[in-house]
């Protein structure tokens, strides 16, 4: 299972609060579960492209690194690339698939991959 897959599985969203100085006094978190909150989008895609008139559909596979390089809390980060492309910062891999018609898009499949979470191979 990919992270954010199973119910007990949340993302958490930061909202800085900043002090006049322009350090950060605190965090907010939100809790939300990422797997009601991707099938939301996958259900919604699939509507929108429905409605498409276009009978042919593009669709898109997405491999990319989403980088953490500030965290050492969140739940089995693991190394990935960074940007410069000369060393390691902590992450996850992530797999997306995109519907794409004329004017229409939509995000139809979403994982959230470590090889540091049991039964992830990334």
Same mark, same amino acid.
């Given at each position: 299972m990919g992270l954010g897959t199973s119910s007990q &599985? /949340? @993302?958490a969203f930061a909202s800085p609060f900043l002090l006049s100085s322009g350090q950060r006094q605190s965090t907010v978190r939100?809790?939300?579960d990422a797997e009601h @909150? /991707? %099938?939301q989008l996958r259900e919604a895609? +699939? !509507?929108?492209?429905e409605q498409?008139? !276009? !009978? !042919?559909l593009w669709l898109v596979a997405d491999c990319? &690194? @989403?980088? %953490?390089?500030y965290a050492s809390e969140m739940p089995y980060l693991?190394? +990935?690339p960074d940007l410069d492309g000369n060393g390691l910062v902590p992450g996850y891999r992530t797999l997306n698939v995109l519907g794409i018609t004329t004017g229409l898009r939509g995000i139809l499949y979403h994982r959230l991959l470590s090889s540091q979470s049991p039964g992830d191979v990334a």
């Open positions: &599985d /949340t @993302l939100s809790q939300i @909150l /991707t %099938k895609a +699939v !509507e929108n492209l498409a008139p !276009e !009978e !042919e990319s &690194d @989403l980088r %953490k390089p693991m190394q +990935v």
